[in-house]
């Protein structure tokens, strides 16, 4: 029996494995990056160009002066819904699933259920009412009727309250009621730090989902309101699709994500909950 | 001025029978060490958290001072608490560990400043004020948990075994410097234990608790030399009191081959025709006319050695503290005798209760 795995390094069949794992989840964005810089004749001749040409900008470009796709407000427009959400479910999340982990409250119980519950109903579900709910009160068109009811999750909260009820022991909390602390002052010094490995991956997992949206928006957003996926969506429209000039504006609109991948994922670092009690 | 009374305080946790806490009476002096000693659910737990304010109180007052504070939270209560499992913040340092409660309080930075670096100091910790908990040994985080309780200079100290985390050669030496600086301090102090050691060395007085009931508070001494239950008797004392259920004869009480005298108010009291007689390990003696048993084990300590053997028709077997130099050997046959008659203790077998004086 092998028992010392982790002492002795991983085998050469790990590493192999490992890599063509790796180049299998890169050759989709590589073959973006070909396509992009290519033009559309090139792109379409047999055999296809393996690497990169010379005309990344001016597709670029072009994607940007589509007047029809509104790249750019696009981009500014996701960017704004997305960290919205973002920030709003991270701290409702946090505040629920800190309440329902660690504060005793009459129907504690069947509220938690009621919130799972929540997670149950599909979104193909919602959309007509939710279009209904959005024309009645005025917002249907405009950027609040993609960010309004994406502002609390029922996963967020569960997945706070899971982490909470494991990562913060109770004598943390009471040992902070005991030096003075009341209960929001609990949450913002003591909790929320505790929360941050968590909180990192609720934001990451919201804002990829909010930017990469497309049913809801496609349907409620009215022409002068695009965000990043309606918009790719209009790139590809009309009689013959340009590939490169649709992979040029995919590739922008796959940056910011990467660029908030990185940014949040320093923030995911384990074991920030280390010595504080010894259990 | 800060004394602490609890007045029939009693819990009850939905769901169980009997109260975790029932009736406590007891009254703690201003400054003093009082320990609270007891098995595992027993109630000292619980008893400290009623105190502090994080277990509700169903029935009965708290007092601290001469405030009523049975219904208030606990930074109402000018209490400081430290945690078996030290509950330190991890994410801040050990300076802002100790000076969170301070800035709560809306202190000074300058005065936090000089508070903390003043515990700091008497605890030995002035040069680990910039790190992190995870960056601490255990006995250093004891003893920051220790000292985010003195820079507040609460009216009370609770202690919910500060020490069971500890390897036992540090234990030892935490304990001496827990009580040295609470004499220093003179801060009314609420220390929990399951420990007796801890309870007699560290204790002005200790509480001995049993489901959830107040057994005996008394000095270490006094709970020694005269328990009131065989419960304390069993409990205060390691090796633990030896406690046979004797048939009472003319004179007193069979002991083997020799009667042990039994006073006149003890037999007035007696409910049967027997009474359970304590003997403390070191009240018996190996050879001489008294009880005959084979031994079973022998631990020696070096300075002295403790016989356990087993007499005939008793099922516990009896402990005898021996000299450490020539102890018996296991499987001998010895007899025990009783050195001091005077230091013989007795029990009530039914009831349990302490008979005489």
């Not at chain 1, 990451?204 to 989902?209: A, S």
């Not at chain 2, 102090?189 to 560290?202: F, G, I, K, P, R």
């Not at chain 2, 356990?308 to 503290?321: K, M, Q, S, W």
């Not at chain 2, 130099?325 to 007899?335: D, E, I, L, N, S």
């Amino acid at each position: 029996m092998r028992t010392s795995t982790r002492a002795s390094g991983a085998s050469p069949l790990m590493y192999v494995t490992l890599t063509l794992v790796v180049l299998l989840s890169i050759a989709p964005l590589y073959f973006m990056l070909v396509m992009a810089s290519r033009a559309n004749s090139e792109i379409l001749s047999v055999p296809p160009p393996l690497l990169p040409g010379d005309q990344l900008a001016g597709n670029i470009e072009r994607v940007f002066a589509n007047e029809d796709v509104q790249f750019g407000r696009a981009l500014l427009n996701t960017l704004l819904v997305a960290s919205v959400a973002t920030v709003a479910v991270v701290l409702t999340s946090a505040l629920a699933g800190f309440a329902f982990a660690k504060l005793r409250f009459r129907g504690r119980h069947g509220l938690l259920v009621f919130v799972v519950a929540t997670m149950m109903v599909p979104v193909q579900l919602g959309l007509i009412p939710l279009y209904m709910l959005m024309t009645e009160v005025g917002l249907a068109g405009g950027l609040a009727s993609v960010t309004l009811p994406f502002l609390v999750s029922g996963f967020g909260v569960f997945f706070m309250r899971q982490y909470a009820s494991q990562a913060i022991p109770d004598e943390l909390i009471e040992a902070a009621r005991v030096d003075g602390a009341s209960t929001v002052r609990i949450f913002w010094s003591v909790v929320l730090p505790a929360l941050r490995p968590a909180a990192a991956v609720l934001g990451l997992l919201t804002f990829m989902e909010r930017w990469n949206d497309f049913l809801w928006p496609y349907i409620s957003l009215d022409f002068n309101h695009p965000t990043v996926q309606v918009a790719l969506s209009r790139l590809s429209g009309g009689y013959y699709t340009d590939q490169a000039l649709v992979m040029a504006g995919t590739l922008m609109g796959t940056l910011p994500l990467v660029v908030v991948f990185i940014l949040f994922g320093r923030q995911i670092v384990g074991g920030i909950m280390e010595g504080g009690v010894k259990s | 001025m800060t004394a602490v009374v609890f007045e029939k305080a009693t819990r009850r946790f939905p769901g169980q029978d009997r109260p975790a806490v029932d009736a406590l009476d007891l009254h703690i002096d201003d400054g003093e060490f009082l320990v609270l000693v007891g098995p595992s659910g027993c109630g000292k737990s619980t008893t400290l958290r009623m105190l502090a304010g994080l277990e509700d109180v169903d029935d009965g007052r708290i007092l601290i001072g001469d405030r009523d504070v049975t219904r208030r939270p606990p930074k109402e209560r000018d209490i400081a608490m430290v945690f078996q499992n030290y509950a330190l913040y991890p994410h801040m340092t050990v300076a802002e560990n100790m000076g969170f409660a301070l800035r709560i309080a809306g202190t000074r930075k300058a005065e936090i400043r000089r508070r903390v670096a003043e515990a700091a100091e008497i605890l030995g910790l002035t040069d680990y004020l910039d790190r992190k908990p995870k960056a601490l040994s255990g006995g250093q985080r004891q003893r920051v948990a220790m000292g985010r309780a003195i820079v507040r200079s609460p009216q009370v100290f609770l202690m919910d075994e500060p020490l069971s985390n500890l390897d036992a050669k540090l234990r030892v030496q935490t304990r001496t410097q827990i009580a040295a600086l609470q004499r220093r301090l003179g801060t009314t102090t609420v220390y929990v234990t399951h420990d007796q050691v801890e309870a007699m060395t560290m204790g002005d007085r200790v509480a001995v608790l049993k489901d959830g009931v107040l057994q005996q508070v008394a000095s270490p001494r006094e709970l020694y030399d005269r328990p009131v239950n065989l419960f304390v008797a069993g409990f205060m004392g390691s090796p633990a009191m030896n406690l046979l259920d004797l048939p009472l004869v003319d004179g007193g009480v069979r002991f083997g081959s020799t009667v042990l005298p039994v006073p006149r108010e003890v037999r007035d009291a007696a409910p049967g025709p027997t009474v359970v007689v304590g003997l403390r390990p070191e009240n018996l003696a190996v050879g001489g006319e008294g009880m005959a048993v084979r031994v079973d084990v022998v631990e020696e300590l070096g300075s002295d050695a403790f016989v356990y053997g087993r007499a005939d028709g008793i099922d516990e077997p009896l402990v005898a503290r021996d000299d450490g130099r020539r102890p018996p050997a296991k499987g001998a046959r010895v007899r025990l005798r009783v050195l001091d008659a005077d230091a013989v203790h007795h029990f009530d077998p039914v009831s349990g209760r302490r008979l005489g004086r």
